[in-house]
T-cell receptor, first 112, second 113 residues
Framework: EAGVAQSPRYKIIEKRQSVAFWCNPI?????LYWYQQILGQGPKLLIQ????????DSQLPKDRFSAERLKGVDSTLKIQPAKLEDSAVYLC??????????FGSGTRLTVV | AQSVTQLGSHVSVSEGALVLLRCNYSSSVPPYLFWYVQYPNQGLQLLLK??????LVKGINGFEAEFKKSETSFHLTKPSAHMSDAAEYFC???????????FGKGTRLSVIA
């Protein structure tokens, strides 16, 4: 089966600009996660979707980050405006059920 | 809340030596436990997972891990290190429900020829 697709693979922007990342989960996976991985750290959950509804966005910096999954399939994560500390790898994962997580290759964001 | 502690941010072993990466978790319910490997500029690859079946779990590339409830540990081992094992390793935990993974800070494994 196809894996979790993410694009772009790399992105370089200037601070205060906006950026968007896209994720297409494995077909049929109802649960979708966005994680932020800062260099040298483990991934940290930003938001969890179940179909097109938000389950947990308690760690999403809502003043600048937003995410949507309108049709319960693919998802976009947006940052506006970006800060230097947003430089990280943004990982998308999907899950069909307990214990079955599949990660995409990630988008590496550099904010200069 | 779930948490994971990985002891040692950097472990260095000689090629052919035993690899031991330590992971302790805190969970109020029987957890699902995972080890992932991440090579430079790549995503996370699942090595193995424990989901309440056998306590000794075998994974890919010769790795295995043992779930010890009494010690709240899930250490990763490999009998003989290979140069290609050099990477970042992450331990992660989730509840038995459809909940997010909580990751440790990672352990960087270096293999010396």
């Amino acid at each position: 089966e196809a894996g979790v697709a993410q694009s772009p693979r790399y992105k370089i922007i200037e601070k205060r600009q906006s950026v968007a990342f896209w994720c297409n989960p494995i077909s049929g996976h109802a649960t979708l996660y966005w994680y932020q991985q800062i260099l040298g750290q483990g991934p940290k959950l930003l938001i969890q979707f179940q179909n097109n509804g938000v389950v947990d966005d308690s760690q999403l910096p809502k003043d600048r980050f937003s995410a949507e999954r309108l049709k319960g399939v693919d998802s976009t994560l947006k940052i506006q405006p970006a800060k230097l500390e947003d430089s990280a790898v943004y990982l998308c994962a999907s899950s069909l059920g307990p214990g079955g997580y599949t990660f995409g290759s990630g988008t590496r964001l550099t904010v200069v | 809340a779930q948490s994971v502690t990985q002891l040692g941010s950097h472990v260095s072993v000689s090629e052919g030596a035993l690899v031991l990466l330590r992971c302790n978790y805190s969970s109020s319910v029987p957890p699902y436990l995972f080890w992932y490997v991440q090579y430079p500029n790549q995503g996370l690859q699942l090595l193995l997972k424990y989901t309440s079946a056998a306590t000794l779990v075998k994974g890919i590339n010769g790795f295995e891990a043992e779930f010890k409830k009494s010690e709240t540990s899930f250490h990763l081992t490999k009998p003989s290190a290979h140069m290609s094992d050099a990477a970042e390793y992450f331990c992660a935990v989730s509840d038995a429900g459809n909940t997010p993974l909580v990751f440790g800070k990672g352990t960087r494994l270096s293999v010396i020829a």
